[in-house]
């Protein structure tokens, strides 16, 4: 299997490739991304490019299946429209590029609550991106849900740190949909979603996640 993959330095793309990496059932795994990769592995090639001005052509297109884990914050890209870029942008562009070159597969690490018709602007965007992913005729189309992810981020996300220690403290009664979901949790539905390639639009949700299991 070979894999082409977006956001492998954030939290559940660091999971994923993690994952690729140990899985015998992947032979060769391209990252495309803006810095170094912290990663040595003969499977491993990373591609350093500007997301702004992707080469059309490259031979990375070419894959069997694409997973985008790509994903900011409007504080971290320090606009609606910078957001619009990263979380929407990006990703159609990899996905166009992608199908383009006779990729089949394409997973999406999306978010619980993605409605383009949302009255949140993340949401919206979100929603967005999932409904023109789904227009573009993929043979397997897998949108993962999740909802409050844990784990430790690289960039503190204040709203998420407080929300995650409120909700550790109610999980025992809040139904599974509302629980937090784990970054290695969601990699695992991820990757094994590749490697599936599942015909048709396959949506994961924040419940499923959570019967997914640990590693």
Not at 19 to 32: C, H
Not at 149 to 169: C, F, N, P, Y
Not at 186 to 196: F, G, Q, R, S, T
Request: with cysteine; net charge neutral; aromatic share 4%.
């Amino acid at each position: 299997m070979d894999l082409l993959c977006i956001g492998s330095t954030g939290l559940v793309g660091s999971h994923v490739l993690n994952l690729a990496l140990k899985d015998p059932r992947v032979s060769k795994i391209t990252v495309l991304s803006r810095r170094e990769v912290p990663q040595d592995d003969p499977k491993l090639k990373v591609e350093i490019v500007d997301f702004d001005h992707l080469p059309s052509e490259a031979s990375w297109w070419k894959a069997d299946a694409v997973i985008c884990t790509l994903g900011t914050t409007i504080k971290v890209a320090g606009s609606k429209e910078a957001f619009r870029r990263v979380d929407l942008e990006y990703p159609l562009q990899v996905a166009k590029m992608a199908r383009d070159h006779g990729t089949g597969t394409y997973v999406l690490n999306s978010a619980m609550g993605a409605d383009s018709h949302s009255n949140f602007f993340y949401n919206q965007v979100k929603g967005e991106l999932e409904d023109r992913l789904s227009s573009m005729n993929f043979k397997s189309l897998t949108l993962v849900r999740p909802g409050l992810i844990g784990g430790e981020r690289t960039d503190v996300r204040l709203g998420e740190e407080m929300a995650k220690s409120v909700m550790k403290v109610l999980e025992p009664i809040l139904p599974k949909s509302l629980r937090i979901n784990q970054p290695a949790q969601i990699a695992k539905a991820i990757l094994e979603a590749a490697l599936a390639q599942e015909k048709g639009v396959k949506i994961i949700s924040s419940k499923e996640l959570l019967g997914s299991g640990t590693l």
